[in-house]
C-alpha cells in the first residue's frame, strides 16, 4: 500500500467504493486523512464498510470541509452530465481527482526520480504494459505493474527511486490526474471509444494526449490519423518523442514492422540511410499479429529509453507468455496448437486473432453482439472449419453457409473436443484449435475469464488423456 501522506490532518470526500475505490481509502486514511467515503450502491456500501471505510452521505456533507474529492473513474466526470458529487465539488471550489493523481503527487514527495512508464490506448494498452513489465522484470528490476490492469495503483510499493512503476491509465484515470508526469508515456492508438463519457472525439483525444504531453519522453503510434497529429504536435513542440508503426517502415525514427521485423531507418549525413533491425517477431510467438506488432514496438522503445541493451530487450521479448485470454498459447499437441482468446467479445476483437493464424478450427458462439460475425468474412478463408456454441450458433451458421464448414456443438467442453480431433487429422502444417468466440460469455459462462478458465481446462484435460496413453507432445 502507498500511505496517501500528501493529505494528512485534513478531510477528503471520496464516491466510489469498488476495488480501486477501497483501496484508495485505505490508503488515504493510512497517510492520515479524513476520509469521508460514499456509493449510490448499498451493496458497495456495506461492503466498504465491512473493510472499515468511514462512510458518509456526501450530499448532506459541509463541502468547505473538504480539501478534495477523490472519484472513481466509473463516475462521469463531464459527460453525459457530471456526477452529483463532482458537481458538489464543484461548486464549493474543490478539486476533483483519482487514485492516479494521488500516486503521482506521493511521487513528487518522496521519489520523483523513480521511473514510471504510463501506457494509454484504445487498443491494446494492456499487453503493452505487461509485455513491458515482464520485459523490465526478467532484467532484474524491481517493477511495480498496476493502475487499469490488475492491481490499484494504491496497492502498490511506496515510491522509491529503485522501483520502476508501469501503469495503465484509461482516459478516465487520465482526466482525474493533472498532473500525470510519466518518465515515458505511451500512447499506441486512437480510435473512436467512449464518446458518451468524453462527448466528442477531439475531447477524448486531447485527454489522451496530456498523457504523453507531460512525459519527459513519448512514445506514439503513427497508424491513425489522431495519433499521427499528436505525434507531430509533439515533435512541432520540440517534445522529446519517438514514433511507433506497422505502416511506415521507411518514416525516420520510427520503430516500425517490416516483413515481421521491428525495424528503424535513421537519416545520415550524404543523404545516406542506416536500417537498424531490432528484433524478429517470429522469436515471440505471444506476440503474433500485426497488433501485438505495435505492442512490441511501443515496449521497446519504452525499454530501451530506460538504458535496456537491445539485445536484452529482445532475449525477454521471446519469453513474453501473453495476457489470459488474449491469444493465450495454452496447449500443444503435436502439430496442434490451442489458443484461448476467450477476451474477443465481438468480431473487431476475433478479426486479431484471426490475422494472426492460418489453418484455423474455430470455436465461436455465446451471447451475440450487434453485427453478429459478417464483418468477418473477407478473413472465412482463413477457416477450416467453425464449430458453434451458444445461443448465436444458429445465427454464426447462417452467416458461415456455404463458405466455411460448420458444427454445431452447443457447449464449449463438445466443440473443444470436435475441434482437436479435426485439427489432428488436418494436414495442415500448424493447426490452430481458436476459441475465439466473438460474443458474450454470459449465456453459458459469468464472464469470458470463466469461459477461458474453462477451455484451458478442457485442452489441460486432452492432453493428460493422451498422455496416459503415451502419445508424444
Not at 137 to 158: F, S, Y
Not at 274 to 279: D, H, I, P, W
Not at 326 to 340: A, I, K
Request: with cysteine; glycine share 10%; aromatic share 8%.
Amino acid at each position: 500500500m502507498i500511505p496517501i501522506a500528501s493529505f494528512a490532518g485534513r478531510s477528503v470526500a471520496l464516491f466510489g467504493l469498488g476495488g480501486s475505490g477501497l483501496s484508495t481509502a485505505k490508503a488515504l486514511a493510512a497517510g492520515g486523512a479524513h476520509v469521508r467515503a460514499w456509493d449510490d450502491s448499498p451493496d458497495a456500501r456495506e461492503n466498504a464498510a465491512a473493510e472499515g471505510v468511514p462512510l458518509g452521505d456526501l450530499r448532506e456533507a459541509d463541502w468547505t470541509s473538504f480539501a478534495a474529492l477523490i472519484l472513481a473513474p466509473g463516475a462521469p466526470l463531464t459527460h453525459p452530465e457530471p456526477h452529483w458529487s463532482a458537481t458538489l465539488a464543484r461548486g464549493a471550489n474543490v478539486e476533483v481527482i483519482g487514485d492516479i493523481e494521488l500516486f503521482c503527487r506521493e511521487r513528487a514527495l518522496h521519489a520523483p526520480g523513480a521511473p514510471l512508464i504510463a501506457i494509454t490506448g484504445t487498443n491494446g494498452k494492456s499487453t503493452t504494459t505487461a509485455l513491458i513489465a515482464h520485459i523490465l522484470r526478467e532484467a532484474g528490476a524491481d517493477v511495480q505493474l498496476g493502475g487499469n490492469i490488475g492491481t490499484p495503483i494504491l496497492d502498490l510499493e511506496p515510491p522509491s527511486p529503485e522501483r520502476v512503476y508501469v501503469v495503465e491509465c484509461s482516459s478516465f484515470q487520465i482526466d482525474l490526474a493533472p498532473s500525470l508526469n510519466p518518465s515515458v508515456g505511451v500512447m499506441l492508438n486512437l480510435t473512436p471509444d467512449h464518446l458518451d463519457r468524453h462527448g466528442t472525439m477531439e475531447n477524448y483525444a486531447a485527454i489522451k494526449q496530456r498523457l504523453v504531453e507531460g512525459s519527459d519522453f513519448a512514445v506514439v503510434g503513427r497508424d491513425d490519423a489522431w495519433s499521427e497529429a499528436i505525434f507531430q504536435y509533439l515533435k512541432g513542440a520540440g517534445h522529446a518523442v519517438v514514433g511507433i508503426s506497422n505502416s511506415r517502415p521507411t518514416a525516420f525514427g520510427t520503430v516500425s514492422l517490416d516483413s515481421g521485423h521491428l525495424r528503424r531507418t535513421f537519416a545520415l549525413p550524404m543523404l545516406k540511410t542506416l536500417e537498424e533491425n531490432l528484433f524478429d517477431l517470429s522469436h515471440a510467438p505471444s506476440l503474433r499479429g500485426a497488433h501485438n506488432a505495435q505492442n512490441a514496438a511501443a515496449a521497446f522503445a519504452a525499454c530501451e529509453r530506460l538504458g535496456l541493451p537491445h539485445d536484452e530487450i529482445g532475449l525477454r521479448m521471446r519469453s513474453f507468455p501473453g495476457l489470459a485470454h488474449r491469444m493465450e498459447q495454452v496447449g500443444r499437441r503435436d502439430r496442434v496448437l490451442f489458443v484461448n482468446d476467450s477476451k474477443a467479445t465481438n468480431a473487431d476483437a476475433a478479426e486479431k486473432a484471426l490475422l494472426s493464424f492460418d489453418d484455423i478450427f474455430w470455436i465461436a458462439g455465446g451471447k451475440a453482439k450487434a453485427g453478429g460475425i459478417e464483418p468477418l468474412r473477407p478473413l472465412f478463408g482463413k477457416v477450416r472449419k467453425a464449430y458453434l456454441i451458444g445461443e448465436a450458433a444458429g445465427a454464426f451458421a447462417a452467416t458461415l453457409e456455404g463458405a466455411v464448414a460448420y458444427e454445431y456443438c452447443g457447449t464449449l467442453d463438445v466443440a473443444t473436443a470436435a475441434a482437436a480431433r479435426d485439427a489432428q487429422a488436418s494436414d495442415a502444417g500448424e493447426p490452430v484449435v481458436l476459441l475465439s468466440p466473438a460474443c458474450a460469455s454470459y449465456d453459458q459462462f459469468a464472464n469470458f475469464e470463466k469461459r477461458g478458465d474453462a477451455f484451458r481446462d478442457y485442452v489441460a484435460g486432452l492432453l493428460a488423456e493422451d498422455a496416459g496413453q503415451g502419445a508424444l507432445f
